[in-house]
């Protein structure tokens, strides 16, 4: 027979859980918010959300095309040439591991950029996917304030910016549901 104390361990175990999920979605909204600790993000920042909310609501209301999914691919390419210039003007304290991770993380999101351009060009299926406003806007909105040296790029950050993508992702869809269908689709219609 199982006892109490297995149910009680059982319990104790999954609040512990759901607390840490707690803390960890926390952690994951101040991420949205961290601009207010480095207000120099806020050059960056503001053009994105703006992209985002345009692209988003007008343009990719849904889904994405070729040509948009290929001009998306530009804004991987700004925002990664703007991370490269903060950390080569942040380099007084010299080649640390931080630096070298920022450096790493602007280079790989310009080749990201890259590489969505190439693939719409060459007409490839996954641009579809990759060059969407939705995926791009995320992860420039929560790898630029690791280069803005608010957050460390570490297992906790990884693992929140993972673990609540699709919470992201299905407020967007939700809110896009039951706003109103812009003009534009009614007059090509």
Same mark, same amino acid.
């Given at each position: 027979? *199982?006892? *109490? ?12 859980? =759901? ?6 979605? =926390? ?7 961290? $601009?207010?600790?480095? $207000?120099?993000?806020?050059? &960056?920042? *503001? ?61 790989? *999101? ?25 995926? &791009? ?7 630029? $304030? ?16 993972? =673990? ?7 407020? &967007? ?8 269908? $812009? ?7």
């Amino acid at each position: 027979m *199982i006892s *109490i104390s297995f149910f009680g361990s059982i319990f104790s175990l999954l609040l512990s859980l =759901l607390l840490y999920l707690w803390h960890l979605f =926390l952690y994951w909204l101040s991420i949205f918010a961290s $601009p207010i600790k480095e $207000p120099e993000m806020f050059w &960056i920042i *503001i053009p994105i959300w703006i992209n985002w909310f345009f692209t988003e609501f007008f343009v990719e209301k849904y889904g994405t095309t070729l040509g948009n999914a290929v001009s998306n691919g530009v804004i991987p390419i700004l925002a990664s040439i703007d991370w490269l210039r903060y950390t080569y003007r942040s380099i007084s304290g010299g080649f640390t591991f931080a630096f070298s991770v920022r450096v790493t993380l602007s280079v790989a *999101i310009l080749i990201y950029g890259i590489f969505v351009i190439i693939s719409g060009i060459k007409l490839k299926q996954i641009v579809f996917y990759i060059g969407r406003i939705r995926w &791009i806007t995320y992860v420039l909105v929560m790898i630029t $304030p690791i280069i803005y040296n608010v957050f460390d790029f570490d297992l906790v950050t990884l693992w929140a910016m993972i =673990l609540f993508f699709p919470v992201y992702w299905w407020v &967007i869809e939700i809110f896009d549901r039951i706003t109103p269908e $812009p003009r534009l689709y009614k007059a090509e219609s």
